[in-house]
């Protein structure tokens, strides 16, 4: 019984550790601005920019962005690295 405790603890551990590699990297909402280029926003809160050619931006933490529905956006973070990694990541123009 104890031992059968035990493997249960043991695999739902690697399950866990194998969600935390780059969960924090998922995106989750990404907000197309008026000068349409776009800010992608992560799990943790930190903010990426993309070009509307689809390349990785660099905007400083603290700029504050207009949407393209008018709203105002305040940068946080500068994570240019991770929007280069991104997947589904727009295509650059031909
Ligand atoms: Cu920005």
Same mark, same amino acid.
């Given at each position: 019984?104890?031992?059968?405790?035990?493997?249960?603890?043991?695999?739902? $551990?690697?399950?866990?550790?194998? =969600?935390?590699?780059?969960?924090?990297?998922?995106?989750?909402?990404?907000? /197309?601005? +008026? *000068? &349409?280029?776009?800010?992608?926003?992560?799990?943790?809160?930190? $903010?990426?920019?993309?070009?509307? =050619?689809?390349?990785?931006?660099?905007?400083?933490?603290?700029?504050?962005? /207009?949407? +393209? *529905? &008018?709203?105002?956006?305040?940068?946080?973070?500068?994570?240019?690295?991770?929007?280069?990694?991104?997947?589904?990541?727009?295509?650059?123009?031909?």
């Amino acid at each position: 019984m104890f031992k059968k405790l035990l493997v249960a603890a043991a695999s739902s $551990m690697i399950a866990l550790s194998a =969600f935390a590699v780059g969960a924090n990297d998922e995106v989750l909402n990404s907000i /197309e601005l +008026k *000068d &349409g280029s776009t800010v992608h926003i992560f799990k943790d809160g930190k $903010m990426g920019m993309e070009d509307r =050619f689809g390349r990785a931006v660099y905007m400083a933490a603290g700029h504050v962005m /207009e949407t +393209k *529905d &008018g709203k105002k956006i305040t940068m946080n973070g500068n994570e240019t690295g991770r929007v280069d990694r991104l997947p589904n990541k727009s295509q650059p123009a031909p």
